[in-house]
């Protein structure tokens, strides 16, 4: 069992109706990471600056997390500054500073590059891509992607699709990418084009599953407190290919697992700031939750006569 | 078992990206009784103006809907004229002519009035309470609203409320009328202002039942073809009280299995124009569908073991 990310590591300040946040950490790589790390071991590749608080990152070493591949370069860290509304389904981006993140260029370190799973976290699919080339024996790959890439590296993404086993994007982004406003025809569109299943997340909606062969259906957990929603659809993929790792398939009956496992860390991520709550999460917390899932969605079959009485 | 709607018997005309009707029957009423009656007897209360082609009305009858309650007034019939683009959740409202409807007051007939389960369409609520005034032994009452009521009768929506046994509302709505952002706790308020459950319609999200004792989320149906999502909402609660009905229970097995069923009603009425796809459904293909909904959600427990291997 091995599982790969490469993403961002970045310092955040966020502000929500429930509170703000100055420069704390955040970026794909890191929500991913905490929450894959719950389940399986993880590699970590990524960059920060001269200014970024190793320390930060203790809660991970002492998870097992192989942090080999963050690379530390001159200059100032990743930054992302956002806002939330009531409406939380949406970020507004006031500010994003790639810094180090300019030049980075991935490289995978000995552990990373026998990588059997592998996400490719929201960055350039030139650089995803790069990632691929590295690894000696992918068995699962998922990327992410978003509207920037979809518009300004179309062909680079378009190349990468067909070595990706599950895409995962938002309902947005599946129809920017494919053309197609019905989800469902979308998904089927983002196939045809080589990914083999995608999972379209949609924040407190859920997450759908289109594969070839089914579709599967994981709702959000309904929360009373949400606070800040930054982190999610990482964090959502980090329990997603965390379980499948941890299972070492990929089989329908994962998959299916992993999507609920998906909006179970997705759930915890977004009740705290930050990686306040990924960081102190317990597996017992999740399993508990996962199970909630259970009672949320299932119901009995219908009685075998249902034809009225004449 | 015995159903009684009270609701908008309608001409609608309607525009979406896949085509166009005009003066085509629609309502409220007219929805929940196409969906109910394939499970139980319904009573319909509504009127109709001398404009009104009663032949519409057929199917209705030969499935044994009784329509006693269904006023033949002097004047035009209700009239409702929107249009939906591409994002299908949302209607735009191009023109309502209350027409006979403005001066409508609810009778019951001799079987309305013995009718166990009730459900109250989007209308006045004074005209919603005088319904439940005639009733003579509801057992379940189940209601809608809408913006403009939770606005302009807010005091007899508040008096309404504790008598209602499920309130059938969308996000926005309940979000208005309880002044929370988040959906749970607004359900919880909605539950301290009287109503013992709520169902949050989503439309293409799916359904959210909160109850005193628990949550159910249903999905809506994956369709590929939505054509028009017009009367969508009455055919779930059609579904939902038609199958309690016929199901003779309320019990929270009962409560989930009705979610499920109208969440299936729903996915039927929006994949044709009006009351198209529910004129001509059978009672198979529902159950047929209401299985599919199992197979969408269905997944399996965790393993005992997942903790990592130290």
Redesign the interface.
């Known amino acids: 069992m091995s599982l790969l990310v490469v993403g961002s590591v970045a310092l955040d300040s966020v502000e929500t109706?429930f509170g703000k946040r100055e420069d704390v950490l955040g970026g794909s790589g890191m929500y991913f990471a905490a929450a894959a790390s719950l389940?399986?071991?993880v590699s970590v590749v990524g960059v920060v600056g001269d200014d970024f608080p190793l320390e930060d990152l203790d809660f991970l070493r002492k998870r097992?997390v192989d942090l080999d591949g963050l690379e530390s370069a001159r200059g100032r860290t990743f930054r992302w500054r956002g806002r939330y509304g009531?409406d939380l389904n949406a970020a507004q981006t006031l500010d994003t500073q790639l810094n180090v993140f300019e030049h980075f260029s991935p490289k995978l370190g000995a552990r990373a590059r026998k990588a059997e799973r592998i996400f490719l976290g929201n960055i350039d699919p030139e650089l995803q891509m790069r990632v691929l080339d590295q690894a000696e024996r992918p068995n699962l790959v998922a990327a992410d992607t978003m509207n920037y890439w979809i518009t300004s590296r179309r062909a680079q993404l378009l190349s990468l699709l067909p070595r990706v086993d599950v895409l995962m994007v938002n309902d947005s982004e599946l129809r920017q990418l494919t053309g197609e406003?019905?989800?469902?025809?979308a998904a089927?569109a983002a196939q045809r084009l080589g990914a083999k299943a995608v999972v379209i997340k949609?924040g407190?909606?859920?997450a759908?599953l289109?594969t070839a062969e089914?579709?599967?259906?994981?709702?959000a957990f309904?929360?009373?407190?949400?606070m800040d929603p930054t982190g999610a659809g990482d964090s959502f993929a980090g329990g997603f290919l965390g379980l499948l790792d941890?299972?070492g398939s990929a089989e329908p009956?994962a998959l299916?697992?992993a999507?609920?496992m998906g909006s179970t860390l997705a759930s915890f991520a977004v009740e705290r700031f930050s990686l306040e709550r990924l960081r102190d999460l317990e597996?017992a917390e999740v399993?508990s939750r996962?199970?909630a899932f259970?009672?949320?969605?299932?119901?009995?079959?219908?009685?075998d006569r249902?034809?009225?009485d004449p």
């Open positions: 109706p389940l399986t071991g097992g009531f406003s019905n989800v469902i025809k089927h949609r407190e909606y859920g759908v289109v089914h579709r599967f259906f994981a709702p309904p929360l009373t407190d949400v941890r299972l009956a299916r697992q999507t609920v597996l399993r996962f199970d259970r009672q949320l969605v299932q119901f009995e079959a219908l009685p249902l034809e009225r």
